[in-house]
């Protein structure tokens, strides 16, 4: 399984939209490749801001580090989301443990040409050290966290694997 090191944006991010999704994730099965909503979030994000570059952080990679060290990600939903906060301050978090004092995260959403800008605060960041706990028990569990309601699984990827009957 993963440990702390191994914990990405992308689980914190599945963390706070759908556990089961993560405990999938974790596994290996990754549907996202086959879904219209994915490839268009990828195509608004090849698309917007194409000037700068992504930042690899091994189990994290962000969209953008600017001069100012402000954590940029490109949104492809027209509204913020918690998942999408969680997700900028794990960002963050990791920068720090390799010594960039990020000074927090700005989320982009191409779609509403809004921007949110979120600063990196101590609360921030220990809201981001339990996540990483939180992502760590969910996929450590022997069997997946229980379905959300059909409604909240509308555009997700993983649609097929939990409601195939």
Do not use: F
Not at 31 to 41: D, I, K, N, R, W
Not at 51 to 64: I, N, Q
Not at 139 to 148: C, G, I, K, N, R
């Amino acid at each position: 399984m993963i440990g702390a090191e191994d914990v990405g944006g992308v689980h914190v991010k599945y963390l706070y939209h759908c556990r089961r999704q993560l405990w999938l994730y974790a596994r290996g099965v990754r549907p996202e490749s086959l879904s219209a909503t994915v490839q268009m979030g990828e195509a608004v994000h090849e698309t917007s801001y194409t000037r700068s570059s992504s930042v690899d952080l091994g189990a994290a990679k962000l969209d953008h580090l600017d001069g100012a060290a402000w954590v940029h990600e490109v949104k492809s939903s027209s509204k913020s989301s918690r998942a999408d906060e969680a997700q900028a301050m794990h960002y963050c978090y990791r920068l720090h443990a390799v010594g960039v004092a990020a000074r927090g995260g700005i989320l982009h959403y191409p779609k509403t040409r809004r921007t949110k800008r979120l600063p990196y605060t101590a609360q921030a960041a220990e809201r981001a050290e339990a996540d990483i706990t939180e992502v760590l028990d969910v996929v450590s569990a022997d069997v997946s966290p229980p379905l959300l309601t059909r409604s909240a699984c509308r555009g997700c990827s993983y649609t097929d694997y939990c409601w195939n009957e």
